[in-house]
């Protein structure tokens, strides 16, 4: 069973920063991408950014040029490092794993528990 554990999250005042942080544990065979997505109340989730297998990212208009996702396999970690928050950036963000318990097996969604991440003077 693969579990993702978040960290990183709380209250920063606009133009601050923070970096979350998501540590997988459990066995896995491999990943086919990374993620982080969020959701603000009353709003549905959305994704923020991605890694794909390789270095591929993604990153939503909203955010490009101020966040940014990396990973560290070594670690079985992604990070989100957010600059230049904003209140608008208020919300719960969780991350997300799309990968393989096994060679043959088919591709799986893990979510993290979320980590509340507040933007407000």
């Known amino acids: 069973q693969v579990q993702l554990v978040e960290s990183g999250g709380g209250l920063v005042q606009p133009g601050g920063s923070l970096r979350l942080s998501c540590a997988a544990s459990?066995?896995?065979?491999?990943?086919?991408?990374m993620a982080w997505y969020r959701q603000a109340p009353g709003k549905e989730r959305e994704l923020v950014a991605q890694v794909i297998s390789g270095s591929s990212t993604y990153y939503s208009d909203s955010v490009k040029g101020r966040f940014t996702i990396s990973r560290d396999n070594a670690k079985n970690s992604v990070y989100l490092q957010m600059n230049s928050l904003k209140p608008e950036d208020t919300a719960v963000y969780y991350c997300?794993?799309?990968?393989?318990?096994?060679?043959?097996?088919?591709?799986?969604?893990?979510w993290g528990q979320g980590t509340q991440v507040t933007v407000s003077s």
């Open positions: 459990g066995r896995f065979f491999s990943i086919n991408a």
């Open positions: 997300n794993w799309r990968l393989t318990t096994t060679k043959y097996g088919q591709l799986l969604d893990y």
